[in-house]
């Protein structure tokens, strides 16, 4: 059981990424999955969160109209889509979901933004 993210790196303010995360060992689809982030020196922060269906996705304040929540559960995959990147979005990008009564959490993706 578990996650693994991948599509971080380094861009320019103002610039796009797109993080992945692939899930194995469960239903991914009987899921909801979140995106949380930790920026350097700082506690985790929730970024998004997307239903098992694909439906409701929900945004912190701070990337709404920015970032995309989206997943594939033919994939079993969820992603992230960030665009009109800052320097505040740079930290570790995890994804993460509730499975049987724990988080399960993967190692995480390094976004970096800087000029």
């Known amino acids: 059981v578990q996650l693994v993210e991948s599509g971080g790196g380094f861009a320019q303010p103002g610039a796009s990424l797109r993080l992945s995360c692939v899930a194995s060992g469960f239903t991914f689809s009987n899921y909801s999955v979140n995106w949380v982030r930790q920026p350097p020196g700082k506690g985790m922060e929730w970024v998004s969160t997307?239903?098992?269906?694909?439906?409701?996705?929900a945004y912190a304040d701070s990337v709404k109209g920015r970032f995309t929540i989206s997943r594939d559960n033919a994939a079993s995959t969820i992603y992230l889509q960030m665009n009109s990147l800052k320097s505040e979005d740079t930290a570790l990008y995890y994804c993460?979901?509730?499975?049987?009564?724990?988080?399960?959490r993967g190692r995480g993706t390094q976004v970096t933004v800087s000029s």
């Open positions: 997307l239903l098992s269906d694909g439906r409701l996705p």
């Open positions: 993460a979901t509730l499975y049987r009564g724990s988080t399960l």
